[in-house]
């Protein structure tokens, strides 16, 4: 069970990071902002104390639950379709309790230290708590929901540096690259639905050059090129392909037996995004 877990890791962690917002509640300025909208449209006349309760009972009640006919019984009349749907909430305008983030950190750190076999202080249930809460924190410009597993990533490495800095480097790449490469391994079995297509990409004579090059670089069991631009790439299907670049040529440098023994698998993911990239374009192009 702890293996087929593991192997679904990026899915499991991007959905329950994403549920905590089921069980949040407004935060004082969305409440106070329900509150004005109901006032204005004479949906309510008491006071913001009262209202406050009213949302508090209808927010702990199951998301399944949260219907508009649920909060109308709190109102002097049904509110329009419209209004209802401000009551969304997301990680900027909900407050997602300690209990909640502690218990998806609590998952995560038993599920990384018991498929790694390790203790390391980058998984620690005090780096992943901090690192789950800031992204039910965010900024102004940070994402406020859909949270996916790069999203993830990226506020556990700004953590792991603010606490530790670079002291931790070797084994916190170590541990991110594993799971890279589960996410593409992922990505791969969900394209492979056919529900689901491969994304229109037209490639200028530059991409098709490197994405060749790489082809040819992995045929012949070689370092693969890195992308000849300094921005980078800036389609997702080349970003994606950057990335399981980067992970094949950390396979060769490493003696970490998951990047050895995934090497292959991750030739053939590689093999394949060039080959439908460059058709692709092809198609277009004729």
């Known amino acids: 069970m702890v293996k087929e877990l593991w192997g679904s890791f990026p899915r ?7 549920a905590l917002i089921d069980e949040a509640f407004p935060c004082p300025v969305k409440a106070f902002h329900l509150y004005k ?3 204005r449209e004479d949906l309510w006349q008491g006071n913001y104390e009262s209202f406050s309760k009213c949302l508090e009972e209808f927010f702990a009640k199951p ?6 006919s649920a909060f109308d019984q709190y109102l002097r009349k049904p509110m329009q379709p419209g209004i209802f749907s401000g009551f969304q909430l997301d990680f900027r305008t909900g407050v997602v309790s300690d209990k909640s983030i502690y218990d998806v950190a609590s998952w995560a750190h038993h599920l990384i230290r018991v498929s790694r076999k390790t203790v390391s202080v980058v998984i620690s249930l005090e780096v992943l708590s901090r690192t ?8 102004p410009l940070e994402k406020a929901e859909n949270i996916e597993f790069d999203d993830f990533c990226s506020a556990w490495k700004k953590t792991v540096f603010k606490i530790f800095g670079k002291k931790h480097d070797a084994e916190f790449s170590s541990i991110l690259a594993e799971l890279h490469l ?3 391994e992922l990505k791969e079995v969900e394209r492979s639905s056919p529900k689901l297509v491969f994304p229109t990409i037209y490639l200028t004579q530059t991409e098709v050059d490197w994405t060749i090059a790489i082809k040819h670089a992995i045929e012949n069991n070689r370092h693969a090129p890195k992308y000849p631009l300094s921005r980078g790439p800036q389609k997702q299907a080349l970003v994606d392909l950057e990335r399981a670049v980067m992970l094949y040529n950390l396979s060769f440098s490493t003696t970490m037996d998951e990047l050895i023994k995934h090497r292959e698998n991750i030739r053939t993911t590689i093999r394949y995004r060039c080959d439908q990239l460059v058709l692709i374009t092809d198609q277009i192009a004729g």
């Open 12 to 18: 499991l962690i991007e959905r329950n990071i994403n």
């Open 37 to 39: 909208e109901c006032r």
């Open 63 to 68: 998301k399944s639950a949260r219907r508009k």
């Open 132 to 139: 789950i809460r800031s992204i039910a924190n965010p900024g």
């Open 182 to 184: 589960i996410n593409i």
